[in-house]
């Protein structure tokens, strides 16, 4: 035999040869405990309307909504994050919905909590856009910028009701400055000390949330480049975080998650507090395009995506798989 060169003595593959040892050695798990469901509840609909930029998640109705937070709890899924899409023609500019005691998201978490009590974390979604007819996360000046300490007073409100339908969790997604601070005096103020923020203290201005404008009806012109951060910058990221850890917030949330794994990891180093990253529309929907096109094997992509953030420093995961991942699981 010609022996060419030596021979390397580490050799790393040794510890790849099978599908018990890759078990054995593997640092990451996922875990049903790690995932949260996002959902989308429609107000004035008997039957869920499907979201064509999402294919497989839809506008739930609040029968189908309780379906599913039954499903999710069944799987071992963690919490759910709600969102509520008000009826045509009910979207102004204060976005009076969202702090309407029946409007669509207080009626749905009213709902999720009496299906499942405190079997799942019920998490609502804490921002404006889903109920302006102008689309931004908060209320507008005479110039048509967004206002932000006006709006922290719509934050304040909406916080109480959302309080007050049953919450366990509010989430700070608007990107006002103070946002947190306020939400937890308003809470406290009516004796809602025990209901948690999930502050989105870094959240970028991103084209991944392309399919999520679908999926709430939105009609937003423009952008949210005043509020969101800038995707070049990670830095800001750090600030954002020691703000809002510093107005009380409980757990703190990066997103979009994919594209930001980077600060994520520099997240998770950081706080003492839980760390979530949400897999957000556009992160969704690559996948399942490039699946049906048959250009990618959808599962191990999902996968292999939750495992790369949860990798990355994620304890929570919100995600639209969240309950077929832990079924599979
Ligand atoms: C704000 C909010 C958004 C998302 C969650 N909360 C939209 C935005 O900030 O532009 C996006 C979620 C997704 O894209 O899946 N209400």
């Not at 910058?233 to 994919?258: F, H, I, T, Y």
Request: proline share 4%; with cysteine.
């Amino acid at each position: 035999m010609t022996v060419y060169g030596s021979f390397p003595g580490a050799r790393p593959r040794r510890l790849r040869t099978s599908p018990a040892m890759r078990r054995m050695v593997a640092e990451t798990r996922l875990h049903p405990a790690d995932l949260i469901l996002p959902a989308f509840v429609r107000e004035g609909v008997t039957e869920p309307v499907a979201i064509s930029a999402m294919p497989g998640v839809v506008q739930h109705s609040l029968d189908t909504l309780r379906k599913a937070a039954v499903e999710a709890v069944t799987a071992g899924v963690s919490g759910i994050m709600l969102f509520g899409v008000p009826e045509d023609g009910k979207k102004d500019a204060l976005g009076t919905a969202g702090t309407d005691p029946e409007g669509i998201l207080q009626v749905a978490v009213r709902a999720v909590r009496d299906e499942v009590g405190d079997d799942l974390v019920i998490m609502s979604d804490l921002c404006l856009d889903e109920y302006t007819d102008h689309g931004h996360c908060g209320v507008l000046d005479a110039a048509g910028r967004v206002d932000n300490d006006a709006t922290l007073e719509r934050y304040a409100e909406m916080a109480q009701v959302q309080a007050d339908a049953g919450v366990h969790v509010v989430g700070t997604s608007g990107m006002m400055d103070g946002q947190v601070g306020v939400v937890r005096d308003a809470l406290d103020t009516i004796g809602k000390e025990d209901v948690a923020v999930l502050a989105y203290a870094v959240k970028y201005s991103s084209a991944f949330y392309g399919p999520f404008r679908e999926a709430v009806g939105s009609s937003l012109k423009g952008d949210r480049k005043t509020y969101q951060q800038d995707p070049a910058n990670s830095r800001e990221s750090m600030r954002e975080l020691a703000l809002d850890l510093e107005e009380g917030a409980d757990m703190v949330m990066v997103k979009p998650a994919g594209p930001y794994l980077d600060v994520l990891a520099k997240v998770a180093a950081e706080v003492d507090v839980p760390v979530a990253a949400y897999q957000i529309s556009g992160e969704y929907s690559m996948i399942e395009a490039a699946a049906e096109k048959g250009w990618i094997d959808r599962d191990k992509a999902i996968l292999e995506s939750l495992t790369g953030i949860k990798r990355a420093g994620a304890g929570m995961i919100l995600t639209y798989w969240a309950t077929e991942v832990a079924r599979a699981l």
